[in-house]
């Protein structure tokens, strides 16, 4: 079945920083892909919608200069934490919406992050 | 704005009883609904996935019920096992392939 990978899976850095985290479509290919970020014990919560080629749409209330989202390719989406903090710290997961067939969507594993 | 309620929050039942898990939806026009799981600090796993013409889903012991007019969808899960304890969440899709709102979920413990 199609698989959504992202990596790193957990990640630790220091507050003030900025970390990476990939979204990739291993086997089909996504025009659009959602970022969410769940806190503990929560649902998750939608940030973004990325569009292959275009700006992100962003949900009401998330900084769209703090959280970057590149979606440069079919295949891969980034979210960029910039200037991290320990508030930031926070389950984000991913999922791509597959051209074809039904325009399914799948689920990343998520990535763990920690800011200390 | 569609908001998506699930009761209980939490729910522990002993080894071999039914569990039923609810969920409810403000906004009727949905395109889907689905419920999935999710293993603590996990990615999410697909478990049934109702169109809104569909009135049911099944899939081994898990059935999933849907009524769009009333707002409202059930999972149950029949003789419950340990290795059913999760957290159990419904989304709601507007459209094909478009975002999904999630509900709270239900974290369920099945006692041995």
């Known amino acids: 079945g199609a698989v959504v990978s992202q990596h790193p899976s957990r990640v630790i850095c220091k507050s003030g920083t900025s970390v990476k985290i990939e979204c990739r479509s291993l086997d089909f290919q996504a025009t659009t892909m959602f970022w969410y970020r769940q806190f503990p014990k929560q649902s998750l919560m939608l940030m973004a919608t990325s569009n292959e080629g275009s700006k992100a749409t962003y949900e009401q209330g998330v900084e769209k200069d703090k959280f970057l989202i590149n979606h440069a390719s079919l295949t891969l989406s980034t979210l960029t934490v910039t200037s991290a903090h320990p508030?930031?710290?926070?389950?984000?997961?991913?999922?791509?919406?597959?051209?074809?067939?039904?325009?399914?969507?799948?689920?990343?594993?998520?990535?763990?992050?920690?800011?200390v | 704005k569609q908001e998506v309620t699930q009761i209980p929050a939490a729910l522990s039942v002993p080894e071999g009883e039914n569990l039923v898990l609810n969920c409810s939806f403000t906004d009727s026009a949905?395109?889907?609904?689905?419920?999935?799981?999710q293993d603590p600090g996990k990615g999410l796993t697909s478990l049934l996935l109702i169109q809104s013409s569909q009135r049911e889903q099944t899939s081994g012991r898990l059935n999933a019920s849907l009524d769009k007019s009333s707002g409202r969808s059930t999972l149950y899960i029949a003789a419950s096992q340990p290795g059913d304890s999760a957290t159990y969440l419904c989304a709601v899709g507007k459209a094909a392939g478009n975002k999904l709102t999630f509900g709270g979920g239900t974290r369920v413990l099945v006692k041995p």
Do not use: K
């Not at chain 1, 067939?101 to 990343?108: D, S, V």
């Open chain 1, 87 to 115: 508030e930031d710290s926070s389950f984000y997961i991913c999922s791509a919406r597959a051209q074809a067939p039904g325009n399914t969507i799948y689920f990343g594993e998520g990535s763990w992050l920690t800011v």
């Open chain 2, 30 to 37: 949905i395109y889907n609904l689905q419920w999935f799981r």
